[in-house]
């Protein structure tokens, strides 16, 4: 599938047609894409493993109000992870980040719903990186 027909599928859906929606390799996907995605206002499971949004791009899709579950790109960058940190109705994450730093987390204690949390990588993570999201609160 190439982008344009990417695009031309996602443009054709309603705003309740899909509750599901992933990104897999070999598709391009970065900031062209959120635009089309924040139409989906049903969906509520995203993972756009293959996907490189910048920290804005994530945040065009605060108009995903039943959005609940993220799982990340490979490889999220802190810049990333704070535009995801917008998206204040997720209350579940798979994060794979071998790159984010201890300004990842900060990012991540401001979800405000958020219950359950994976994260694989994060070899750049010291204790001091994770207090913010141990001083949240139940």
Known sequence: MTRQQCFDCLASLG????????????????DAFPPYVARLTGITHFCPVSARFTGKGWSTLQS????????????????E???IA????VNEMEIIAPRMTDAGPASIARLRKLQVLAIKGGS????????????RQP
């Open 81 to 83: 992870m704070a535009g």
């Open 86 to 89: 917008t998206l204040q109705t």
């Open 15 to 30: 705003p309740d047609d899909v509750q599901d929606l992933d990104f897999l390799q070999p598709l391009r996907v970065d």
């Open 64 to 79: 995903l109000s039943r959005l609940e579950h993220i799982c990340t790109p490979y490889g999220l960058t802190d810049d």
């Open 124 to 135: 750049n993570l010291t204790d001091n990186g994770l207090k913010p999201l141990a001083a």
